[in-house]
């Protein structure tokens, strides 16, 4: 019965920690009006603890942790409407959850705006309309 309480003390102990956002170190770099043209927008996003120079750096932590697989290449054979949302890029890179990633975020059809609408949180500066 003992190992039982402890058992399920440990468990109880160790969720909030599963929960939580995952250690990252992330740079964002964001072009408005796309690669090449004019100076870029630069954040850097710690987690773990939360912290650098992204706005509501916590609240981002926190979206990152909800998130399954947030940088996951998307599959090669992916079907995209052939819809344009506008110029704007962004790079994210360096590491989270252990793993080096380096990710390019465009709007030159539909996956690429859902992808970047889905990781906006992460680039302050975007103003395009989209998926929410």
Sequence with gaps: MKRLFLLAVLLALAAPAAASAARADLRVTYWPEGRGSGTPLRWTLRCEPAGGSLPRAADACRKLG???????????????????????????????????????????????????????????????GGPT
């Design 66 to 128: 909800a998130m399954s697989r947030p940088f996951a290449v998307p599959p090669k054979d992916q079907v995209c409407t052939e819809i344009y949302g506008g110029p704007q890029e962004a790079i994210v890179a360096g590491t989270h959850a252990g793993r080096r990633i380096w990710i390019k975020l465009g709007r030159s059809n539909g996956c690429e705006i859902a992808r970047f609408h889905r990781l906006r949180f992460l680039v302050p500066g975007f103003v395009g």
